[in-house]
């Protein structure tokens, strides 16, 4: 279906809702968690379809049961997948305990750090639970932030509704993991021909067109005002992949590991992993100049890198288009993490990335530190602003987010404005434009009885949620925690 006049013409005051009131905010990202308490009020069900699930299109949209969203991977409405939510359920004592593992590694523990580099097989559980959390976690976030003027709904461009074959929920999880890290054993073939290199970059090719349909086609069904987007695909790990998968099938065949690639086989990998970026890229670059009014949140990375030199898709797109924000990492005392990316030039502002505690499947809470984090957060406040200004359009929320925020030195010249989020100016500007209108800023009741500090209420950075200073620096935690986490030749969360 080819996107509608009527929707790439879409204004600010005219920005449909799913069913409820509030700022539609699509989660693209792992599968959520809607029975979370702290989601749970904020969810964005789709009233044109029936409550439950009925294998029908109720609303002619070209979506079955798109009641919260849809799975881009398996093509139907299972966002959050029943065999994903069985494998948390049945393993919750384990699951807690890694989780708690996990809080005290993000606080600084060097104990509990020494003990998670010492054991690779609770390390690997450990990230598997925590990856296949991460759309939850993002979700809650939002939910925070907005002060309840999201809603929430899921585009899952990870995890598959259906249950891998062979595997019991018990144990899907981190053999779901592990079969991503799988080397080709045919690599070293791979990169000496280039028409089996043509012919993967032409299936590639075919499934970002798809992704590019599809997404397209739910925001113009949806008209979603904010997308969150804490995922990415990066050129230079692409090729770190890739080169990974060349020694590995080195030692397949029991040659050298240091072997090195002829000239030919290093100007077909080269010639691969960009090609490969650049189809990425611009499918993702389609998307959001389909949807000029929607804007979209983009987590800058966590590798330590300067994106300016440094393909990273779809951060960098904050260049060339104004309906995205790209977003740095900062701890709670506003200063730029160890672990996030940066750019003069396609980086524009950062929000709070530390140790964050937000929701997690099955009801549980984790902290997690990423620029996935700080996306969520300029999301939500971004959500605030659309409802305090139904008029306002992308481009000018953006403007505003970067007018109004703090400044940080240590975001000066690793930023377009040097900025943190401050989310109480960002909404007396946005009421001060025409159209706005007060919304009284909310203290968000939480299922434990706890506020959440409302930003500008003190010179020093607002700690959102429950969120913990860590002594030291994160860099060491930060690998532990993301060991493995590129997945070779796949987009990757942030």
């Known amino acids: 279906m080819k996107l509608s006049i009527v929707a790439l013409l879409l204004s600010a005051t005219a920005l449909p809702a799913f069913g409820q009131s509030g700022i539609n905010v699509i989660v693209m990202d792992e599968g959520v968690d809607f029975t979370h308490p702290r989601i749970s009020p904020y969810m964005n069900k789709n ?26 991977v398996s093509n139907d409405g299972e966002q959050m997948p029943a065999w994903l939510m069985k494998a948390f359920t049945e393993n919750l004592a384990r699951v807690r305990q890694l989780f708690a593992m996990n809080d005290l590694a993000e606080q600084g523990d060097m104990r509990t750090i020494l003990q998670l580099r010492a054991n690779r097989q609770v390390r690997e559980l450990m990230y598997a639970y925590l990856t296949k959390s991460h759309g939850t976690h993002v979700a809650g976030i939002v939910a925070a932030a907005s002060r309840g003027s999201a809603r929430i709904s899921n585009l899952n461009i990870f995890t598959e509704s259906r249950l891998p074959l062979g595997m019991s929920p018990r144990s899907a999880v981190p053999a779901l993991e592990a079969n991503n890290n799988e080397p080709d054993a045919n690599f070293i073939d791979f990169l000496s021909r280039r028409s089996l290199i043509d012919r993967e970059l032409a299936n590639a090719r075919r499934e970002e067109a798809d992704f590019e349909r599809v997404t397209r086609q739910y925001l113009s069904a949806h008209g979603q005002g904010v997308v969150n987007m804490s995922f990415g695909t990066m050129l230079f790990t692409m090729k770190a992949g890739l080169d990974d998968a060349w020694k590995a099938a080195l030692q397949e065949r029991r040659m050298d590991p240091n072997t090195p690639r002829t000239a030919e086989q290093e100007a077909n990998l080269n010639y691969f992993a960009e090609t490969l970026y650049e189809i990425r890229e611009q499918s993702l670059a389609n998307v959001m100049r389909a949807s000029p009014n929607v804007l979209f949140v983009v987590a800058a990375g966590n590798d330590t890198v300067d994106n300016d030199v440094n393909g990273v898709a779809p951060a960098n797109l904050s260049a060339k288009l104004k309906n995205v924000i790209t977003v740095a990492a ?21 929000a709070l990335g530390h140790a964050v505690k937000s929701a997690a499947p099955a009801g549980l809470e984790v902290l997690m530190s990423g620029t996935s984090m700080a996306a969520p957060y300029v999301a939500g406040v971004a959500a605030r602003l659309r409802a305090a200004n139904p008029l306002l359009p992308a481009s000018e929320i953006r403007s505003i987010l970067e007018r109004t925020g703090r400044r940080s030195p240590t975001l000066v010249g690793k930023t377009t404005t040097g900025m943190v989020i401050d989310a109480t100016q960002a909404l007396l500007a946005a009421q001060r434009r025409p159209g706005g209108r007060t919304v009284p800023p909310a203290r968000t009741a939480l299922p434990n009885g706890r506020g959440i500090q409302i930003e500008g209420s003190s010179p020093e950075f607002t700690i959102m949620l429950d969120t913990f200073a860590r002594p030291g620096t994160t860099a060491e935690t930060n690998e532990i925690v993301r060991e493995g986490a590129q997945r070779r030749g796949r987009r990757s969360i942030r």
């Open 330 to 350: 900062v701890d709670k005392k506003g200063a730029l993490t160890d672990f996030s990316d940066y750019g003069a030039k396609t980086v524009n502002v950062g």
């Open 47 to 72: 009233i044109g379809e029936d409550a439950e699930p009925n294998r029908l299109d109720d609303d002619r949209n070209g979506f079955v049961d798109d009641i919260l969203g849809w799975n881009l």
